[in-house]
């Protein structure tokens, strides 16, 4: 289950960064996606391609961390799960992303796109990790 885990992940996190550049890219996003450097000041100076790669590692690790949270919620649907558990995971990004003082600020400054991303990357980690719990359960 542990291969599983991580390499399901992997592949989530391989789409999201790439998305996350895209929705830089085209300016669907506020903020910078590595500007974690900037604002803890450290890499400041390094490489784009080395903050890029340390979001990739923190994604990844958030991302196995959420395949093993989603096996919680086998007995409910998966599409109810996923849209309210990516929505409170993207409205909690963009809080401390966006370092809003308010919660209506953060609602009138949040992404569409953002929101879009992480509430379709939740739903395939919890569709895969359920589907993998089903057919080699841990039990076994």
């Not at 923190?58 to 109810?80: D, Q, T």
Request: proline letters at 4%; charged letters at 15%.
């Amino acid at each position: 289950m542990k291969g599983l885990a991580i390499s399901t992940s992997f592949a989530g996190t391989v789409i999201i960064v790439i998305m996350l550049k895209i929705l830089d890219f085209f300016h669907f996003i506020k903020w910078d996606p590595v500007g974690f450097s900037d604002t803890f000041h450290i890499l400041k100076d390094s490489n784009a391609f080395i903050k890029w790669g340390i979001l990739f590692i923190i994604v990844w690790a958030g991302s196995i961390i959420l395949y093993y949270i989603s096996l919680l919620f086998m007995k409910i649907p998966v599409p109810i799960t996923s849209i309210a558990l990516g929505l409170l995971i993207a409205f909690v990004l963009e809080w401390i992303i966006l370092d809003a003082s308010s919660i209506e600020k953060t609602i009138k400054r949040m992404s569409i796109p953002f929101i879009c991303i992480i509430i379709l990357a939740t739903r395939f980690l919890m569709e895969s990790a359920i589907f993998h719990a089903q057919d080699k359960p841990l039990s076994k």
